[in-house]
């Protein structure tokens, strides 16, 4: 490069609408574009020299101008796995244009080969990787790829550049306190990427990051992005939760903190007692499953040590919510395994949980142990909910773990909510009395009543929903915009269920036509004497097939434009292939005036 880049653009990819996480659809509801900001690359923002002009696409918030790029001398992505559409996108449109690209995170930390198109890899993390890299550019001589090195301390990460972000058009703020988790599940990839002994940042460091949040004017939730909040449960609990409390005591709780943990947060008093006070309402736990057998099975020992409902009810009388993590498809996992996941998340009320078939993610030791097994199948999509394919084969067999798995997305989110919203209002019920902080019911949240009465309540789901408000606002008015949070969210989950249901059947609809087909034309390839005696049992199989894909457009027609690219992409490959089933009685189709198309039915 003839000089170093005065000119970044650093770019974060779109993250699929069909998601768990991207709550694209409650978003809607409250006049957001985006649930959380790029936190890592406002902090690689932080890291370039001073006199670098920078600029911020996020296009989980507006799409990607042309113009940015041109105005571009270099472009930095960070991504995961599941925006791995969106970064052969942005890289191919940065080749186009010869503007050269950075790329960093999980995605390229994890499988750097799928980047072909990247001028540059970062791999590892961002504070150890970027300024030799940096250093290396100055000098005209920075090599493609650089590995990544041992674990950084974090007590010189720079405070995020917040200032970049635009501020209103997200749902949530982010920070982070520590990297690292102290267990080693076998489907995990976080201990296994940012190791074993959580490392932290101090709390003067902590401080720092909200006063600069504060200084910009936001107020509300912030997540706290540690993978395991807790992995340092002493020093949480001496130092940062302390001085956490007085910062919001002074400034009078303008955040509501929350952040993931592991199950053993329920066994610490102290430690619930400081998180509430501190002002965290929420944690996500990563429960995974009510069988003892699949935890041992994965190595989560921890979640063995105690009754996973009581600790869920211990945390919640703390004041705070659970959020869940679970799976389907472990090895030991039998047939029960659905109705048991189900019955375990309505009694806990767990309202947002997070169901989703393992995945085997490239470099743990599931996938080790898979890959030995000759059980690996392909890449993963690294979208770890509402997909119905797994990279590898289940001991269950795929097909069996595919219709248990959409009966748990039904039972959870399907239908009219019904079990959704006795889910809310059970964890309303236990949440009521603690020091649960909610916060005061301002302007924005009497507007976003309105629309959700006004679109909601004309709902499949309305008489249910309706129902829940009017007893939670009787029963809790103290939680009246928790109540309507969990309505709003509500309705992300019946969507992004709804619709992959039905893509689930007609992508399940396309495969039995394709099966019994080539069942079919296996016969009759087989028994030459049965299309001797005339084309009618070929053509009857060309008719039925012709039909069975009518029907099949027919249901992507009623998907949702956001769910249904990979479905049609299915259907083409379908089309291709059964014209290939056809091909050898092409002839005898022809003469009785049936021509194979050359082009996908």
């Known amino acids: 490069m003839a000089a170093f880049p005065r000119k970044i653009l650093l770019v974060y990819p779109s993250v699929p609408p069909d998601t768990y996480w991207s709550f694209k659809y409650a978003l809607r509801l409250i006049r957001r574009r985006s649930a959380m900001p790029p936190l890592g690359l406002v902090t690689v923002a932080a890291m370039l020299p001073p006199d670098t002009r920078l600029r911020l696409a996020d296009l989980n918030t507006a799409p990607l101008k042309d113009h940015d790029l041109a105005w571009a001398d270099m472009v930095f992505i960070s991504a995961m796995r599941i925006q791995n559409a969106a970064v052969a996108e942005i890289i191919a449109a940065c080749n186009r244009q010869a503007v050269p ?38 000098h005209a001589r920075p090599r493609r790829r650089y590995a990544a090195p041992p674990p950084p301390s974090l007590d010189r990460t720079p405070i995020p550049r917040f200032d970049l972000l635009p501020l209103k058009d997200y749902a949530s703020m982010a920070i982070q306190y520590s990297r690292g988790c102290p267990f080693h599940c076998e ?61 919001q005591h002074r ?50 020992t921890h979640n063995l040590k105690t009754d996973l ?20 498809g472990f090895d030991s996992d039998g047939e029960d395994i659905f109705a048991r996941q189900v019955r375990f998340i309505q009694q806990a009320g767990i309202p947002q949980a997070m169901v989703g078939l393992l995945t085997a993610l490239p470099g743990t030791r599931l996938f080790e142990r898979l890959e030995a097994e000759g059980r690996i199948l392909k890449a993963a999509s ?30 959870l989110y399907g239908g009219n909510l019904t079990n959704y919203f006795a889910r809310c209002s059970r964890l309303l019920d236990n949440l009521a009395g603690t020091r649960f902080m909610g916060r005061a019911v301002r302007l924005d949240d009497l507007r976003t009543v309105l629309r959700a009465l006004w679109r909601q309540s004309l709902s499949p789901y309305g008489l249910q929903y309706l129902r829940y408000l009017l007893r939670n606002v009787w ?6 915009a928790q109540t309507v949070k969990y309505g709003v969210v509500g309705h992300h989950f019946y969507v992004i269920t709804r619709e992959m249901l039905k893509y689930e059947h007609t992508f399940s609809h396309l495969d039995r036509v394709y099966a019994q087909l080539k069942v079919m034309l296996q016969a009759f390839e087989h028994n030459p004497d049965l299309v001797a005696h005339g084309v009618e049992p070929v053509a009857a199989a060309w008719r039925w097939s012709t039909a069975a894909l009518v029907e099949a457009q027919a249901r992507i027609e009623k998907i949702h434009v956001d769910f249904r690219a990979d479905v049609i992409y299915h259907y083409e490959t379908i089309t291709t292939r059964i014209r290939g089933l056809f091909s050898p009685f092409a002839s005898e189709l022809n003469r009785h005036g049936i021509d194979l198309p050359p082009q996908a039915v």
């Open 382 to 411: 690294g979208n770890n909910t509402h997909s119905f394919e797994t990279n590898f084969i289940p001991r269950m067999g795929a097909e069996k773990l595919r219709r248990g798995y959409r009966q748990v997305l039904g039972a």
């Open 309 to 328: 409902a009581a600790a869920v009810a211990t945390i919640q009388r703390a004041g705070l919510e659970v959020m869940g993590g679970f799976i389907v």
């Open 101 to 138: 690209v950075v790329v960093g995170g999980p995605y390229a930390t994890a499988t750097p080969e799928e980047l072909p198109g990247a001028d540059y890899l970062l791999q590892g993390e961002v504070e150890a990787s970027l300024p030799q890299f940096l250093a290396d550019l100055r």
């Open 251 to 300: 400034h009078g709780y303008p955040f509501r903190f929350f952040t993931e943990a592991s199950i053993n947060l329920a066994e610490d008093e102290a430690l619930l007692r400081g998180m509430s006070r501190a002002g965290f309402n929420e944690v996500f736990i990563g429960i995974e499953t009510p069988s003892a057998r699949a935890l041992a099975e994965t190595g989560k």
């Open 187 to 247: 489907f995990c990839d976080i201990w296994q990427q940012y190791g074993n002994r959580p490392r932290l940042k101090s709390p003067d460091q902590v401080m720092a990051e909200l006063d600069a949040l504060y200084g910009l004017g936001w107020r509300g939730p912030v997540f706290i992005v540690d993978d395991n909040f807790i992995g340092n449960r002493r020093r949480v609990r001496t130092e940062l939760l302390p001085a956490l409390t007085r910062w």
């Open 475 to 480: 029963k809790h008015p103290h939680l009246l």
